[in-house]
């Protein structure tokens, strides 16, 4: 069988990785959400430069926290000492942050009250939490980086996240449309350049404001009430 090999994201294959434990038996695939950035990026960063090297690194991190089961088999963090923190929220340690995946962790801290209904991370895994997004948006979660502020070690970074909505959403309809955000992170990475620390900062209801616009899937008229209620769709 080939080796993974992915332009953007490092750690998939190699004699580092002969004893990785994959969350699926194997290494991952993006050709499709790779596509979707190489469409859709709105900067194309030159080979060896700072932003190529952050956006690269986020990319493996982002990875590794998805697709690999144990902290040991991590090679972008530093497997003591890293934290994770949104919005200004308690952080969690490496192990919490895989035990809690990347959208729970994402979203825990960092969703108001009036935002509960559409996603609630206390009730959702590591495996449900992966599941929803996926079907909602087929083609991945594509992410880039739109400007870095200030290189190591201390790194601070615009970013945009965004796919397009052609599966359902806990209940509602597909739109087929762009559901995206921007935020900024800073990244503090020790002298090997891995991350000790993340912050992200971001809006969740850009997020939500995309995901809930369609439909409910039952015909019934209790979710468009919900949706007209919403802060963020109605502003």
């Not at 509602?172 to 559901?179: K, N, S």
């Not at 891995?194 to 616009?213: H, M, S, T």
Request: net charge negative.
């Amino acid at each position: 069988m080939a080796e993974a090999v992915d332009k953007y994201r490092s750690h998939l294959s190699g004699d580092g990785e002969k004893h990785t434990q994959w969350r699926h038996g194997a290494p991952p695939i993006y050709d499709l959400v790779n596509d979707l950035f190489e469409r859709e990026r709105t900067i194309e960063w030159p080979k060896g430069s700072l932003e190529e090297t952050v956006q690269n690194a986020v990319k493996t991190w982002e990875m590794e926290l998805s697709h690999k089961t144990r902290l040991a088999d991590f090679k972008s963090i530093h497997p003591t000492d890293f934290r994770f923190s949104v919005n200004g929220g308690a952080a969690l340690n490496g192990e919490e942050l895989l035990a809690a995946g990347s959208y729970n962790a994402l979203l825990r801290s960092a969703l108001p009250a009036e935002l509960r209904p559409y996603y609630n991370p206390d009730a959702e895994t590591f495996e449900s939490s992966h599941e929803i997004f996926r079907v909602a948006l087929p083609r991945g979660f594509a992410w880039e980086v739109l400007a870095v502020y200030s290189p190591p070690p201390v790194v601070a970074f615009k970013f945009r996240h965004w796919g397009y909505m052609e599966g359902p959403y806990k209940g509602r309809a597909p739109t087929g449309e762009r559901v995206e955000f921007t935020g900024v992170g800073v990244l503090r990475v020790d002298e090997e350049l891995r991350v000790e620390e993340v912050e992200i900062y971001y809006d969740p209801g850009e997020l939500f404001a995309g995901l809930v616009k369609g439909e409910a899937e039952d015909g019934g008229d209790s979710t468009a009430s919900e949706l007209r209620s919403c802060p963020f769709l109605n502003n």
